[in-house]
């Protein structure tokens, strides 16, 4: 093969030096095919001259290392003959033959250079080829008198290479794509994993397969005697090439196919999960050869014992159950599912050919899951203490979610979410499970959970939160799933938890001793509950959970009486503490939080099933089985389909910067019913509240003991909301908790101290400051 450098008068093509080594590789590969489909080769070397050189240079040697004598004993045994039909009777009475099916394994040795040295036999392929002769429907072609001329040979051949010895040692390797043989490779692929040998007949200008009478137009124009025959002296037939050529494929696809996929699963039953690699996966089929791959094609294939289990070796298709190709399933179902079902090992596109044709399945989908753990009323016990394995399953039940919310089918949505809610599948802090419709579970991200340690077995997990994130936007599912938010409700009910004594519960004041829990506890209540939400601060009538300057606690039913008018009162030192306090249970929680992602990547990895070693592009695996019971798997049917808005919850579960994850409900603020909040934003119009006399005033009324409020646990929005608006608004609320305290609250017992004191102590004020207090107010 002359590379030519240079045009010459005979060619003026010229290689350069790419062009020649990317010639070079591709013949390199295709060399050890050869083999495949002849008869006579039993050796070929590619060797390089250069310039000015005596001796050629060896690039590869290949040579056949099978018996020759088995090909010999295949060519003979194709050509006796014995398929002719030889007479009219035998025309009618088409049972006579039965095609006969030759399978043979070829091993090619082929040996490259490296560097400078060649090496021998340095890779061995084995190659499983099956030949089949006389199928009945090119029998019938080949007997027909317009082409016995031809003196066609009915045989076709399907060829795939199974293994690979690489220094000896076996090697990994993905099956390249088929291609067309017509005894040596023609070059058309078929996007199947092994070859096809056929007596094709081309197109004699353009090298493609003729497969309509309009394939070859140009050629009975130009030649039109071309495909003309002579039948009987004076009668001429056209003779339809494509008729044979469309017999061959089709009878390679439905009726040899079958036996060589047997024969490769036999030939592999030392690597049984490398089967699935020779699957006829028709999404990777080329466009001209799709049609061959009829649903006979694969009804066939459905009836063969091809279908792997990973304990009872290759099944029949009824013997066991598919997963769901649409619906990923995580590992932990996997394995629950394992001990209930014989499930096969195969790879997704399997289950998608066979559905594209209608071909029935037993799978097993997230409805079938659902009802499969409401049939099996022992899931309880088995899940409780396992909480990875039931929040894969719980994952997996959920997973048609998607699908249903984008066809509107909100009937079927909220029945789902009814089905779960009854199912031992809610992972809770504790390390238990439990079936939310029992109810009082409870929604949570960690630091609302630091607030009640002990209601551990209330909290649903964190883990299962994350997973659960696409949900939670949604009011169906907490009102299905009978979960409720953290928030001011969950917190009035279950006050009995917390580190407030039940004794306080009804008391108008009580004294505080504060430690470092209990300053922390009530920082955080004043961040999940608003003093400015007259609603939420109703759930708290009989609780003293309002901080004051005296140093006491005074319950939730007092707020209107309770002064806050100067916004820089607050105690510097103790907003600082619980910032502090605040900040370290951010960062412990961090902490933990990182600790659990580091252990979580060295235990384990959350993917989905797959056959280990063999890569199939995207041909996920499904699951495994287990010799248990085969319980019927049954698809949950959803009803017709309702065009509904879901609405939604402003709810997140994405980690903050201190990567803590936060559960937040917006609700809207409205001010309690006996202050008059700002109609606009906070910030307007409250200039008077910072001025000098306003801050001496707070000073005086601190210095007196009336019920002011200690600002450093409230959040700066809530402070301004809560403020006067004016300086009417001020004196009003100044007279209407004095009032109350010479009318009621007369007394006071400080922290320490056992013997009350009368709450309003004028004999601390100054004359000037008796008199500021008195004058000030009138003045406003």
Known sequence: MPFRVEASDINNRVFNEESIKSMVSILEKKIPQVFLFT???????????????????????????????????????????????????????????????????????????????????????TYLVSTILAPTKIRDVASQDIMKPLQLLPSIGLAAHVKRLSSGSVE??????????????????????????????????????????????????????????????????????????????????????????LSIRDSLH????????????????????????SSHTYESLSKLDIFLTKKNGFQKIDAGCFASPEFQIPPGAAKYFQSRYKMFSVPV??????????INVRELSPPAARKLLRKKKDH?????????????????????AIKLEALDRFEDLKFMYFEVSHLCLVPVMDGTVVIPRNGNIIVANREQQSMFPALLNKFVHHKALKKLKSHLSKDIFFDQMNLQVFGPEVIAKNMHFSPWPRSWKGKDFVPWNEDSFSTLWLFQFWKEVSICENESLRLFDSWPLIPLKTGELTRCANARYILSFYPGGHNES??????????????????????????????????????ENINMDDTDICFIDSDVEDDTVEVCNSGEDDSVDISTTA????????????????????????????????????????????????????????????????????????????????????????????????????????????????????????????EVPNKK
């Open 172 to 261: 990994d390797f993905i099956p390249c794509e088929g291609s067309l043989f017509c005894g040596f490779d023609s070059g058309l692929k078929t996007g199947l994993p092994f070859s096809i040998n056929a007596p094709i007949f081309f197109h004699e200008l353009k090298g493609s397969v003729i497969l309509s009478h309009s394939d070859d137009l140009d050629i009975q124009t130009l030649f039109p005697w071309v495909r003309m025959a002579e039948i009987g002296e004076s009668e001429r037939k056209y003779r339809a090439l494509f008729t044979w050529n469309r017999s061959c494929l089709f009878e390679a696809m439905t009726v040899l196919l079958p036996d060589f996929m």
């Open 270 to 293: 030392l690597n049984p999960e490398r089967f699935y690699m020779y699957w006829p996966r028709l999404a990777k089929i080329r466009d001209w050869f799709r049609n061959f791959l």
């Open 574 to 611: 103790l907003h600082k503490s619980l910032e502090e306090k605040h900040m370290a249970l951010k960062k412990r929680i961090a902490d933990e939080v990182k600790r659990e992602k580091v252990a979580h990547a060295t235990t384990s990895q959350i993917i989905r099933p797959h056959m």
């Open 651 to 774: 709810f997140t579960t994405s980690d903050d910067t201190n990567h803590n994850n936060n559960v937040q409900l917006e609700v809207p603020v409205t001010p309690p019913g006996n202050y008059v909040a700002p109609s606009s934003q906070p910030s307007q119009n409250y200039g008077f509240l910072s001025s000098l006399s306003n801050k001496n005033l707070h000073d005086i009324v601190v210095k007196l003991r009336g019920p002011v409020l200690e600002l450093a646990y409230f959040a700066k929005d809530d402070i301004l909301q809560i403020m006067p608006r004016d300086g009417l608004q001020l004196s009003r609320n100044i007279l209407s908790s004095i009032s109350q305290c010479l009318d009621y609250w007369t007394h006071i017992v400080l922290a320490g101290q056992g013997m009350p004191m009368l709450r309003l102590d004028w004999s601390t004020l100054t004359d000037d400051e008796f008199g500021f207090f008195v």
């Open 39 to 125: 008869s006579n080769i039993r050796k070929m070397t590619m060797a390089k001259w250069e310039p000015c050189s005596e001796t050629l240079d060896n690039l590869v040697v290949a040579q056949l290392r099978t018996d020759p004598r088995l090909k010999e004993e295949l060519k003979s045994n194709l050509m006796k003959n014995e398929w002719k039909k030889t007479n009219k009777l035998a025309n009618i009475f088409k049972a006579e033959w039965t095609p006969k099916i030759y399978n043979q394994t070829i091993e090619v040795s082929h040996s490259h250079r490296s560097s400078a040295k060649l090496c021998d036999a340095d890779i061995i392929d």
């Open 380 to 400: 309880c016990e088995k899940l409780r203490s396992k909480p990875d394995e039931a929040l894969d399953l719980l994952e997996y039940c959920l997973s048609d």
């Open 349 to 358: 596109c399997v289950v998608e050919d066979l559905k594209i044709f209608s």
